[in-house]
């Protein structure tokens, strides 16, 4: 859990970063609340036995609304929900799942895996989609305004 926690935290701390404004102790604190806050939230809803049960808990989701452990760890930094608005897509869904970490931004926006490990018993989990196809989705089909995020990809 503890990788699949710090991958979805990075991620969001990278699009903060990417966006400007906000200064690095800023955005390590921001990244250490957001751990925190999803391990409590996950620590009763995490299977590695069957890691698809409770994955609609463990979505991290920005639709026109705040997601709340976002929200709870920005407040920590000072930053409110307004200004986030403006620094994240108004459209992310990341997936905190057992051996992957994926998000898609914008409704109709192309499943990026960010991170990825095979689950014990030797079953494998459907392969990496490209890192291009993945950037290119981010330019194309977007809801958000078009802002410069770098790519981040982490596999075990």
């Known amino acids: 859990m503890r990788t699949e926690i710090s991958t979805a935290a990075a991620f969001v701390t ?3 970063r990417a966006a400007g404004g906000i200064g690095e ?3 390590r604190c921001f ?21 698809s049960k409770g994955s609609g808990y463990r979505c991290i ?3 026109h609304k705040m997601d709340p452990l976002i929200g709870k760890a920005a407040g920590m930094i000072g930053l409110s929900h307004e200004r986030l608005f403006q620094l994240l897509p108004s459209e ?9 970490v994926s998000y898609r931004i914008g409704e109709d926006g192309s499943i990026c895996v960010l991170y990825e490990s ?14 291009a196809s993945c950037k290119e989705e ?5 809801s958000s305004p078009s802002k410069n995020y770098n790519m981040m990809t982490v596999s075990s």
């Open 138 to 142: 981010w330019r194309i089909g977007r």
């Open 92 to 100: 992310l869904t990341l997936w905190v799942d057992p051996f992957e």
């Open 118 to 131: 095979p689950q014990p018993g030797g079953k494998t989990t459907k392969p990496l989609e490209s890192r």
């Open 31 to 51: 990244r250490e609340c957001l751990q925190e806050a999803l391990r409590e939230h996950y620590k009763h809803h995490w299977f590695p036995l069957v890691p």
């Open 25 to 27: 102790e800023q955005l």
């Open 61 to 63: 989701r920005i639709n």
């Open 14 to 16: 990278r699009l903060l």
